[in-house]
């Protein structure tokens, strides 16, 4: 499909401050004049919301597969990709999506140590050759994002997991990162002021390219 607007992700373990860098980039995008679309993965239709309740609920003794959850991520992924992302940018606006497909990758292919190979066949089944112009991974070491998590109230099912599981996901994500071109690293160990001002450049100088 033809498109002439950008599509822009924000990726990082929770805790990471995603939210308030969607803020950010919205309203730097919006002065830039250019219409944002907001997205959130999973989610982001009806269908995909209602498999992102699935996904986030606590399952008690029926323990949710790896396999279920992964298809479950990608079911969601096409549904938005299909119905908003693409008509979007089809029609020149800026889709600003809070997590993609590189969540899928650290969270299932490191964290759960799923086979790259499974991961990039239903990638391909379900973008083909669809990828952001640009990436945002914000960087938190786990321990401190978890803090900041619980900080926020209860934790959904995947936030209960051990911690290695996120150390994991993490060192997949700063993998990824360092191997797209396309992708910046925000480290987010530091206050939140310096955090916005590092997200502020790196959207500056995204415009101005
Ligand atoms: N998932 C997956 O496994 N595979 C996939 O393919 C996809 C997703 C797409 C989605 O949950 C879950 O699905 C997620 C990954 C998985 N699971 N886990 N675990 P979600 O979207 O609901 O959760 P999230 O993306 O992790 O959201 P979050 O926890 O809200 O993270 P955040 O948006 O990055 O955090 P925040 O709300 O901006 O900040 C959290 C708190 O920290 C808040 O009180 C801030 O004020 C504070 N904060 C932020 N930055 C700082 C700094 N610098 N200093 C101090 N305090 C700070």
Redesign the pocket.
């Known amino acids: 499909m033809q498109t002439s607007g950008k599509f822009i992700v924000?990726e990082?373990?929770?805790?990471?401050?995603?939210?308030?860098?969607?803020a950010i980039l919205t309203q730097a995008i919006q002065a830039a004049g250019h219409t944002v679309v907001n997205t959130?993965?999973?989610?982001g239709t009806a269908m995909a919301e209602a498999i992102?309740d699935v996904?986030?609920h606590d399952w008690k003794d029926e323990k949710v597969t790896v396999e279920a959850?992964?298809l479950l991520?990608?079911a969601?992924?096409a549904q938005l990709v299909q119905n908003v992302i693409l008509p979007n940018l089809a029609k020149g606006y800026w889709v600003l999506g809070?997590?993609?497909?590189?969540?899928?990758?650290?969270?299932?292919g490191g964290?759960?140590q799923i086979d790259q190979h499974m991961i990039e066949s239903l990638r391909a089944i379900t973008l083909r050759d669809f990828k952001p112009d640009f990436t945002l991974y914000?960087d938190?070491e786990p321990k401190?994002?978890l803090k900041?998590?619980k900080?926020?109230g209860e934790?959904?099912r995947?936030?209960q997991?051990e911690l290695s599981f996120?150390e994991r996901?993490r060192e997949r994500y700063l993998q990824l990162a360092q191997q797209d071109p396309n992708c910046e690293v925000i480290n987010?160990?530091?206050?939140?002021q310096?955090?916005h001002n590092d997200v502020e450049i790196c959207i500056k100088q995204f415009l101005e390219n």
């Not at 987010?188 to 939140?192: A, I, L, V, Y």
């Open positions: 924000i990082g373990l929770e805790g990471a401050g995603k939210s308030s860098a969607v959130r993965e999973p989610g992102r996904v986030k959850e992964l991520m990608y969601s992924r809070d997590r993609h497909d590189m969540s899928s990758q650290a969270y299932q964290g759960r914000m938190v401190e994002g900041r998590a900080g926020r934790l959904d995947i936030e997991e996120f996901t987010t160990m530091q206050s939140m310096a955090v």
